[in-house]
């Protein structure tokens, strides 16, 4: 049976390379544009057009870049680990939230619940590394509770 951490694992990774390849497909996109705008104008407009379009992929090569690094990041958890505390790439309940440590992605309908991948580097996910089951916690002025963890 899939565990909760490997679906999510698996879903995020799915996303991730959905995102890519959209970014990829833009990117194709563009050029076919800019060869068929170069065959069919001239003059400064043109160069204009060019340098925009230019600046455009440029940007839209740093969102794959992050894409592909968020990817790396998540290739890398261990979905087979049970950990005694939370760590990257657990999955974690406080409360009514759950979280899944692993990298900040838009929230997951998984199993009729909502899952939130955060980075260890958000703030509530560095007041809960190293936390364990059924311990309690302030944060910003609000109590939690480790419920589960994966």
Known sequence: MMT???KLKSICI??????INAFKGIV???SNGAQN???????????????MLHIEQENISKKI??????LEVISKI?????????????????????????????KILIDDQSVLAI????PIAKELLGRKLNETFI?????????YLE
């Open 4 to 6: 909760l951490k490997k």
């Open 14 to 19: 799915e996303r991730l390379e959905d995102k």
């Open 28 to 30: 194709e996109d563009m």
């Open 37 to 51: 705008d170069a065959k069919s104008s001239a003059g400064d407009k043109h160069e204009t057009t060019l340098a």
């Open 65 to 70: 870049q992050e894409n592909l690094s968020m």
């Open 78 to 106: 261990d979905e087979n680990k049970v950990s005694e505390k939370v760590e990257f790439g657990s999955v974690v309940k406080i409360n009514s939230v759950t979280l899944f440590f692993s990298a900040a992605l838009p």
């Open 119 to 122: 980075s260890v580097d958000a």
């Open 139 to 147: 944060f910003n002025n609000c109590e939690f509770k480790v419920n």
